[in-house]
């Protein structure tokens, strides 16, 4: 089982829309190859809009516009169109931070009570960097993921409130996103800065970079009206409903509230990795993981697996990343060691750009695709490699072999990553033999048939879909989730 992947299998859009692209001239005015796939990948995921920009060598090789902005009033996507970008609001932060780090007014590994004394004592020992990566343990002021504070009050109840609350960890042990932090980064930088943040994020990068439509954007995207914003979405499996609003406090806007344009924020990346607004050595703490008192890093997931200063971070030892996301709907991606970055801004929550984003690097640099074995385990690259060799068929006898000789060592949750991958890939017969092998490896484990199904249901084969379900009712009998496919499945095979 595994619910993202199964979610973007059965997410297909009910409506085909029209896409509209706009290319640099640096690119035929024709659909390209990426193009297309773009279009294909919006479908699958029922993505109404979305901006494209990729940086390569400091220079934007592509930008592009697909989709609607506003199904309702059919108002297509162009490159001047706004999209909320979120919590990569607190990319921008973090740059103003390593901006007051240069002007010698802010130490990152000092204790916040050096400038916000005013702060309850049992917050005075955490660092500046613990509150920007999220380890500072601090109490949460959201009461959940949409912006709505523990008081319903008025948002100066709410911070007198989580005040009063105690730590909920000790600093430094463990990664937890909490939006307290960046209020307290707000009122550093306003202490700091000797101007509200807002201006100082305008004044010291927004007008630098000459980034006209985010300044007209503003830091309240989420709660005002902006002309030429793309109209946000959610989508229920087929159906895109309009997402639902809510308020969010003034307070809130380092945390997120800004919106632009890919082609903007492509600039504005260019102009911070040419040191126009900090130097080298600022960007690389900027962008250095936090490492927790155990000294290992932690993140949002296996992918965005550690957390820097305002920037998420995908560390591996192929093309390692840093990854600014924001509402599931947009991101902020850079390829350091490939001198590449992408700005992909949609209008879906739950597009999840994160998940798709290198394959869209692989265009330019192949080997990062799925299909050539990228983001695969060491030891599952090396099946990858004896199976594309002799064929999938031979899947249990090359890990076999692969197992007596080489002495390694295969494990369950990565061959169903891969399976998993394959189906998104629709290389279904392929993702069929690793499920398969899989059962093989660990027979004792109810998840291996329960994916093992899903591969047959996915190729219309019921039968051999209700045998592997009523495999995982043996191994577990309280398996909820196995009853009620098969119920479907009765269904389906009548």
């Given amino acids: ?37 773009m279009q294909t990948l919006m ?74 004394p005013e702060l309850p004592k049992s917050w005075h020992g955490v660092t500046i960097k613990q509150l920007m990566s999220h380890t500072s343990g601090l109490p949460a002021i959201l009461k959940d993921d949409v912006g709505n504070l523990i008081s319903d009050l008025a948002p100066q109840d709410a911070w007198q409130k989580v005040q009063s609350l105690t730590i909920e960890f000790e600093k430094g042990s463990r990664f937890k996103y909490n939006q307290t932090n960046y209020i307290v980064i707000g009122q550093l930088i306003n202490t700091l800065s000797g101007m509200p943040f807002q201006e100082f994020i305008v004044k010291n990068q927004l007008q630098r970079v000459q980034m006209n439509r985010t300044i007209d954007a503003g830091f309240n995207n989420l709660n005002n009206v902006v002309k030429q914003s793309a109209r946000r979405y959610e989508s229920h499996g087929a159906t895109l409903i309009n997402l639902r609003e809510a308020t969010f406090s003034p307070m809130l806007q380092t945390a997120a509230g800004m919106a632009s344009t890919a082609t903007e924020i492509a600039n504005w990346l260019i102009a911070l990795q040419t040191n126009q607004l900090i130097n080298d050595n600022s960007v690389r703490q900027m962008w250095t993981p936090a490492r927790l008192n155990n000294g290992n890093t932690q993140g949002f997931n296996r992918l965005l697996n550690g957390y820097s200063l305002g920037w998420p971070v ?4 192929a093309h390692p990343a840093i990854a600014a996301v924001g509402g599931n709907r947009a991101g902020v991606f850079i390829y350091p060691e490939d001198n590449m970055s992408i700005v992909i801004l949609t209008n879906l929550a739950g597009a999840l750009p994160s998940q798709f ?82 059962t093989h490896l660990f027979p004792q484990s109810y998840n291996t048939f329960d994916s093992l199904a899903e591969a047959y249901w996915h190729l219309g084969d019921y039968q051999h879909a209700i045998a592997n379900y009523n495999q995982v009712l043996k191994l577990q009998p309280g398996n909820t989730h196995a009853r009620k496919q098969l119920i479907k499945l009765a269904k389906l095979d009548q």
């Fill in 1 to 37: 089982m595994y619910t993202a992947s199964k979610a973007l299998g059965k997410n297909r859009i009910l409506h085909s829309f029209t896409f509209f692209i706009f290319i640099l001239n640096t690119f035929s005015v024709n659909a390209d190859e990426l193009d297309q796939w």
């Fill in 43 to 116: 479908d699958k995921r029922n993505i109404p809009g979305l901006q494209l920009a990729i940086v390569k060598d400091n220079k934007i090789i592509k930008a592009a516009h697909y989709g609607h902005a506003n199904i309702e009033d059919d108002i297509t996507v162009d490159s001047n169109t706004l999209f909320s970008i979120n919590s990569v609001t607190k990319a921008f932060v973090g740059v103003a931070l390593m901006q007051l780090v240069e002007q010698e007014k802010l130490h990152l590994d000092a204790p916040i009570s050096t400038y916000l």
């Fill in 314 to 317: 995908i560390r591996r030892e």
């Fill in 357 to 438: 984003v290198d394959e869209i690097a692989g265009f330019y640099i192949p080997q990062m695709k799925r299909e050539n074995g990228f983001g695969l385990a060491k030891n599952i690259k090396l099946l990858w490699q004896a199976l594309e060799a002799q064929g999938y068929d031979n899947a249990i006898a090359a890990a076999h072999t692969l197992s007596q000789k080489h002495h390694i060592q295969f494990n369950e949750n990565n061959l169903n990553l891969w399976g998993y991958s394959l189906i998104s890939q629709e290389k279904l017969h392929k993702a069929l033999a690793i499920f398969k092998l899989n």
